[in-house]
């Protein structure tokens, strides 16, 4: 398949975890893959397979209008958009500083919000594509000590929600992938960004939760390798009239099935876990 007769996707966040293993599902399947991420120099072994990268920060404006443009004008279509850059703000609501919300939303939230309204005029004008959001078990149910990142997990869902049905008359997919915790490096970048936090002192019990809870994390059991959420969305990409959703991993299907438990009965185990700690 020539690369000007490929099918073209453009993904955000590859230098590590799921966005690599994406970039190289999504190569081996044939696709023309553009490859993102802040630091291009991140992309090396990206190239090398064969992928062609940027650099984009998916909070300045100019980054993805530039990069979509130049995609859509080198690869003349523009397929697939995979929305997965992204990071975790752990830590209590009131120990989060405002900024640091802000900081937040502006890459899970305002970032996939900036592509996608920089690609839907090309996909609209093709009268086809598909835009996969890359969210999380935490959009689906919310736990102590990870409202921030819930939030704006929760705020994409939302968003994704209303606009799969504004898309589908141009032939346009919105899909969600919902991964548990998955065995890569993004949970070392949320326990920097909990260790930055200053502790009031009135939620050591949820501190002690999360730490705790971390061992669901690389290296766990129920963790799922960047391998296999990529096996996900590439099938969320391939296949005619894809889900809404995808849930990838043991917690992530347990957590689909705990939105419908009561919220008391949820406020109450969060109780006794962290009673169980103090």
């Not at 898309?167 to 548990?180: A, F, M, S």
Request: net charge negative; aromatic share 6%; hydrophobic share 35%.
């Amino acid at each position: 398949m020539s690369a000007t007769g490929s099918k073209t996707v453009l993904i955000t966040g590859c230098s590590s975890g799921i966005g690599r293993a994406s970039a190289r599902a999504f190569l081996e399947d044939e696709w023309r893959v553009y490859a993102t991420a802040r630091d291009e120099g991140d992309l090396d072994r990206l190239v090398d397979a064969g992928c062609e990268t940027a650099a984009l920060d998916v909070t300045d404006d100019e980054d993805v209008r530039d990069v979509v443009e130049r995609v859509a004008e080198e690869s003349g279509r523009l397929d697939c958009l995979v929305n997965n850059a992204g990071y975790s703000q752990p830590g209590p609501i009131e120990d989060v500083p405002t900024e640091r919300v802000h900081e937040q939303f502006d890459v899970n939230v305002y970032g996939p919000h900036r592509l996608t309204r920089a690609v839907l005029p090309h996909m609209r004008d093709r009268g086809r594509g598909r835009i996969i959001n890359v969210s999380s078990s935490a959009g689906r149910v919310a736990t102590p000590g990870m409202g921030v990142y819930s939030g704006s997990k929760f705020a994409l869902e939302g968003m994704s929600d209303a606009l799969r049905p504004e898309v589908k008359e141009y032939g346009i997919d919105i899909v969600l992938i919902e991964p548990g915790p998955v065995d890569s490096a993004f949970d070392e970048r949320a326990a920097r960004e909990l260790d930055g936090l200053e502790p009031s002192g009135a939620y050591d019990s949820y501190y002690e939760l999360y730490r705790d809870t971390r061992s669901l994390g690389p290296g766990s059991p129920v963790a799922v390798s960047p391998r296999v959420v990529a096996d996900s969305i590439l099938t969320a990409a391939n296949v005619p009239g894809p889900a809404p959703r995808y849930q990838v991993g043991t917690i992530a299907r347990a957590s689909e099935l705990g939105r419908f438990v009561p919220d008391r009965m949820r406020d109450k185990a969060y109780e006794v876990g962290s009673n169980m700690l103090r």
